[in-house]
């Protein structure tokens, strides 16, 4: 079986070799792309993390593709739809870091509510005014999560902790966690309405796609801060710039962005005056200026312990599939 494993470390590498010794195993620190696809296309299997692309475009250059194994939970850069059609197997890692992103998600938080950036930068001019340093308390603050899958439910508990009070929203109401953890479930018009604070921990589809937008955010407490360490698509960009600029939003922490990856041919696209994906490029630009904004590189998934139990599930979901009991499956 030949498997080409992507966006790979050297670290990584060394620990797969071991688990593999009957495989012909491939690996590059490059993602998937319609431009280097080709270079693979002959492979039974293929591991993916995040910044590789498996739409129907990629996926049909492949002669005998069978199985996908991607190295997260999300998989919206994967066409599963077509993958399905052609029956070939998608499995993720459904469990690996709930605490990893939930912990990122309140260093966000604190770094906004006590202004943590602006007093280590006045800190190493060696200004010690605290002029405009002024935070607030998050104890009685209400924080609204959005999604209480793993993250969400990894979040409240911390948020707990903290003597907030906690709302929620999510199609599927996990009664037995807002009991003991001691949160509410709301309309997500409520929430927008009641939150001092919203946190984003829902999948990225058709249904959530820009789910903060324009009107939503209308919808928002005056002066709510926004928490994205999800998917970049769940917020309209050019939306959350005006909310910002028009004080309905006083300040966002987000780990993803619409458009992360930045390419020849999107760099290009700043000189068509029309195209929808300059706008969002040019509105991260803006949001990478505003000092109420903190953006981390996708990031928060990015602790030792949480990649080591990427790569344990994944060659797992991999050694499943080789013995026709795929497990993990999309």
Partial sequence: MKIVFFEIKDWEKEHITKKFKDCRLIFTNQPLTPDNVSDFSDCDAVSVFIYSVLNQEVLKKFSRLKYIASRSTGFDHIDVAFCKKKNILVSNVPVYGANTVAEHTFALILSLSRKIPQSVAETKREDFSREDLTGFDLKG???????????????????????????????????????????????????????????????????????????????????????????GGLVDNEALVKGLKEGYIGGAGLDVLEEENFTDEEINLLFDASSERQKKILANHILLTMPNVLITPHNAFNSQEALERILDTTIENLNFFKMNKPVNLI
Wanted: glycine residues 8%; without cysteine.
């Fill in 141 to 231: 603050k209400t924080l609204g999560v959005v999604g209480t899958g793993n993250i969400g439910l990894h979040t409240i508990r911390i948020a707990r902790g903290f003597q907030m009070n906690v709302l929620a929203f999510d199609l599927f109401h996990n009664k037995q966690a807002a009991a003991e953890l001691g949160f509410h479930y709301v309309d997500f018009d409520v929430l927008l309405k009641e939150s001092d604070i919203i946190s984003l921990h829902a999948p990225l589809n058709n249904h959530t796609f820009h789910m903060v937008n324009s009107s939503s955010i209308k919808k928002m407490k005056k002066g709510v801060f926004l928490i994205n360490t999800a998917r």
